[in-house]
């Protein structure tokens, strides 16, 4: 039995996760909530990974909020960096193989055509700069890691952009969303799956999953309503029109 310590586990990514891991047979599942594995702490890493020995971590655990991150600089890089160190230490280790989800959000998306694994990040905010920091620290500790970065990721699960549309087309007949940020829709299951398939390679390294469709947050919106059957007036709106303390990527299509 192959047995997996997921972090985060109350996250939008965990709940996904915990939703099918009845599936994968040969597969024995260990969900952390941030109160009992907090990875910026690297005594709580220790203990568990002292009491649990997995051969693998999923790494769900991520400081998310783009726009609070650029007033709470620090606790951004705690989680997203520091944490990403402290896993990365303990796997090493436990010779535990580390799996991370990393984001869109570490390019600038100043590019009109998809990033590729081999383009320089450089990401425009706190959360991307901290993801990308995390990242660097998985790639210097380890060898035996899958970094996924993956985009606008979605689900019936947490917080996320679908769920947003919805909760707000029950008190309002109108809505403005952006129109003029590109990127891709990712299910969260489908990540899931990529991840779970990825993991049985053992062809370590960084790379890029995201879904089919390249869009705007307009156009992605529009979809919602329509699959959810919903009656709403969508406007489409520049970015300057929605002032965010966070900036965002314009072009965030990943290869
Ligand atoms: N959502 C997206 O669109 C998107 C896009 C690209 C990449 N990603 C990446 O995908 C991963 C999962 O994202 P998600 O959508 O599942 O995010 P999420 O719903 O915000 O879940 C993140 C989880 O991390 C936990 N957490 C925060 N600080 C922690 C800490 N110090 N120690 C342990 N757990 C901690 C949170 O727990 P509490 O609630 O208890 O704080 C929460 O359950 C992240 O790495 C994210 O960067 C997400």
């Known amino acids: ?5 997921v972090t985060g586990a109350n996250g939008q990514m965990g709940q996904a996760l915990q939703s099918i891991s009845n599936q994968f047979i040969g597969f024995e599942f260990v969900f952390l909530a941030s109160k009992v594995l907090n990875i910026s702490n690297i005594e709580d890493c220790n ?19 783009v726009e609070k991150a650029e ?10 960096a520091e944490g990403c160190k402290n896993l990365a230490e303990v796997c090493l280790l436990y010779d535990t193989t580390l799996v991370h989800l990393s984001t869109d959000f570490v390019f600038d998306g100043q ?17 991307g700069a901290s993801k ?9 500790f380890l060898v035996k890691y899958y970094i996924i970065r993956t985009s606008w990721v979605y689900s019936e699960f947490g917080h996320n952009f679908r769920n947003t549309m919805l909760k707000l087309a029950q008190t309002k007949s109108e809505i403005n969303v952006v129109n003029d940020q590109i990127g891709c829709p990712t299910y969260a299951l489908d990540i899931c799956h990529f991840m779970m398939n990825l993991i049985s390679t053992k062809k370590y390294g960084l790379v890029h999953f995201r879904g089919d469709r390249i869009c705007s947050w307009y156009d992605f919106a529009v979809s919602i309503f329509e699959e959810n059957n919903i009656d709403i007036k969508v406007n489409p709106i520049r970015t300057t029109e929605y002032p965010t303390k966070a900036k965002r990527p314009q072009y965030s299509v990943l290869e």
């Open 71 to 80: 007033e709470e600089i620090e606790l951004a890089y705690q989680v997203n």
């Open 1 to 5: 039995m192959i047995r997996i310590l």
């Open 132 to 140: 990308w920091k995390g990242e660097q620290y998985i790639q210097h």
């Open 111 to 127: 590019q009109n055509t998809p990033y590729r694994i081999s383009d320089t990040p450089n990401p425009i905010n706190v959360y």
């Open 47 to 65: 203990r568990n990974f002292e009491h649990y020995k997995p051969n693998i971590c999923v790494n769900f655990a991520a400081y998310t909020n």
